[in-house]
């Protein structure tokens, strides 16, 4: 019985870990995607922040373009 209990919070606490690595993966995406917004605005470059919506590779370059 302990042994079981064992794994049972062993897995508990796993899952637990990935829903809070989603978590803050999430938090830090959304963070990169605002700064980037942010310096495209500053930039006048808005019609890149607007095709960067859309296309994942030109968001890729503007990222780098921005080291973010």
Do not use: C, H, P, W
């Not at 809070?20 to 890149?48: M, T």
């Amino acid at each position: 019985i302990a042994e079981r209990e064992y794994k049972k919070g062993l897995k508990s606490g796993i899952e637990r870990g990935i829903e809070k690595g989603i978590e803050q993966g999430i938090e830090q995406g959304e963070s990169r995607l605002n700064e980037l917004n942010r310096l495209l605005v500053k930039n006048d470059r808005i019609d890149d922040m607007i095709k960067a919506t859309t296309d994942e590779a030109f968001r890729m370059v503007l990222y780098a373009e921005f080291q973010l």
